[in-house]
Nanobody
Framework: QVQLVESGGGLVQPGGSLRLSCAAS????????MGWYRQAPGKQRELVAA????????NYADSVKGRFTISRDNAKNAVYLQMSSLQPENTAVYSC???????????????WGQGTQVTVSS
């Protein structure tokens, strides 16, 4: 059974930084893509950043470009999100996502972590 374990959320002051980590386990297949989504109270879940494919191409929400950096460690099936210059509007539950082949017949399946709270407040 695939599990995604997240860490690194918490409370940070405006202008501060946080680093989120997520590690996938339980599959013999390497994730095709890994990323971070967030959901703020009263809002829909949105993609923050993703790293895709063997070449590690990245995709960011416009609102975080230049401030957030996603990276991936293929050996650990892990993904990281370095967040800088955080602002109160970045407050949300951040969830890790991994697209991993599985099932019968084999097909890409979305997996989700439990979510980690990021609160930006003075």
């Amino acid at each position: 059974q695939v599990q995604l374990v997240e860490s690194g959320g918490g409370l940070v002051q405006p202008g501060g930084s946080l680093r989120l980590s997520c590690a996938a386990s339980g599959s013999i297949f390497r994730p095709n893509a890994m990323g971070w989504y967030r959901q703020a109270p009263g809002k829909q879940r949105e993609l923050v950043a993703a790293v895709i494919g063997d070449d590690g191409s990245t995709n960011y929400a416009d609102s975080v470009k230049g401030r957030f950096t996603i990276s991936r460690d293929n050996a650990k099936n892990a993904v990281y999100l370095q967040m800088s210059s955080l602002q109160p509007e970045n407050t949300a539950v951040y969830s890790c996502n991994a697209l991993i082949v599985g099932g019968v017949p084999l097909r890409p399946i979305d997996h989700w972590g439990q979510g980690t709270q990021v609160t930006v407040s003075s």
